[in-house]
């Protein structure tokens, strides 16, 4: 019970902010009609009635088996088996991820189940890899110049409509059921290391877990050669509380089913795992069931919240202050949001609880929080400049991403593992569902195009993050070295006193 009031407040002051903002809004720079208000309304609702069922069943059903199969394949000292495991693991994953879906069908260039079993396919390869990279003790960093210089270099020969899809892709695959089972299946694999690269290899999955998604759908752009055109948003028409009611009551079953086919590979990987390994005694067992009923419950009721509350007045916001005479307020309100938004993304609070287990309380929760909500905050910011201007997001991302990889030399190796981690929890599905909508509506009240201009936002959401977290390492390295200078410089006093002291004696 406790942990049930804990996480309902959790939730509460993730959203409450968010929505604040929007009624602001919606009284001031964005009216919105009264119909989309109260859709929003209820989704708030929704949202915090879903975030609390999914942090409490993903905590005691998701985390437990990720972290059993993790410890699993630790112990085997074969390779090819443990390889094709992961490869497994992370394709259904990733076909189960909501957040995967919901940009899928906002890119119908690309039929919705081809998108999806190439961004699978591109997440199981690098769980592999990531596998690989433990056994070895390969450097994170090393690994992640060598695949970001790549996927730079590929991107060169890609339809230039399609980058900011591909690197939205490597965000939102990394979502709320993606993020809490890979970070647990990475605990289980750290000890493969030894104690000595333990806390270190605990992180660092997620954020090869993205790489796969942008150089699988940069090399399907190629291959497939799809059309460049865009899913239409259609805002539902509301005129009392009664039809915003039955537009949650038909939506539910949808999503539902939707998260129920999704959750059924993993359903019964719990059950041939447990068959085999009988790794959970009864009463543990009972308890992961009971877990994911309850991260069952909360991903449709989230998703619901989301996408029917939520979205709409999204679009409307972004239309509504594209079009007034003060369109450069889209930058200060955009980040305005993205500083808040990210609080109410579920996958954050498995993050930070994680972060702040295997640091042993060295990386708090609130200094993360704060250092995600920055980085998010700037994303956003840029992202609306480039709606308003139609800057190009290559300079950006090699920027970013140059900058990120340099930081890695001078920071502790477990700060560029929980960065590039952040970096993909980040972007989930309130940037797809929220922020996303907030950038097309924007882009096309301004004319201007929705795959280069507003497609991306997801993409810098997910790389702001590797750049505030790792600064927030170096900062608390050199804070460590001005401590240890400190206590050395006065050592040293005390040393020469004695000396003195003696002398004098003598």
Known sequence: MHHIQTSVKESLQSVLPIAAIVLLLSVTAAPLNAGVLVLFLFGTLLLIGGMSFFTVGSGISMEPLGEAIGNRVAKSRKWIPPLLVCFILGAVITIAEPDLQVLAEQVPAIPNMVLILCVAAGVGLFLAIALFRIRRNIPLARLLIVFYIGIIALAFFVPSDFVATAFDSGGVTTGPITVPFIMALGTGLAAIGGKKHERENSFGLVSLCSIGPILSVLVLS??????????????????????????????????????????????????????????????????????????????????????????????????????????????????????????????????????????????????????????????????????????????????????????????????????????????????TTFMLPFAVGACEMLGGNIMTDAFGIVAMIAMTPLITIQVLGLSGNLRRHRMLKKAHDEFRQVEDDIVYFEEVAV
């Open 222 to 431: 190629i291959c497939y050669n799809p059309d460049s055109e865009t899913a239409q948003t259609v805002l539902p028409e509301v005129l009392t509380t009664k039809d915003a009611f039955l537009q949650f009551f038909h939506a539910i079953p949808h999503y539902a089913e939707e998260v129920l086919i999704a959750f059924l590979p993993i359903v019964g990987l719990f059950l041939i795992f447990q068959l085999f390994s009988r790794r959970f005694h009864k009463h543990q067992f009972v308890k992961v069931c009971v877990g994911m009923l309850y991260t069952f419950v909360g991903l449709v009721l989230f998703l619901t919240g989301a996408n029917v509350g939520f979205m709409p007045a999204g679009k409307l916001i972004g239309s509504a202050i594209a079009q007034s005479d003060a369109r450069w307020l889209l930058i200060p309100i955009g980040m305005l949001m993205g500083y808040f938004v990210v609080s109410a993304e579920p996958a954050v609070h498995s993050l930070k609880k994680q972060v702040n287990e295997v640091t042993n309380g060295a990386i708090t929760q609130r200094s993360l929080g704060l250092a995600l909500s920055i980085g998010v905050a700037v994303s956003v910011g840029i992202s609306m400049l480039r709606v308003l201007t139609g800057i190009s997001i290559f300079p950006f991302l090699i920027g970013g991403y140059t900058v990120s990889l340099v930081i890695s030399f001078f920071v502790p190796p477990i700060y560029t593992g929980i960065a590039f981690d952040s970096g993909g929890v980040a972007s989930g599905p309130m940037t």
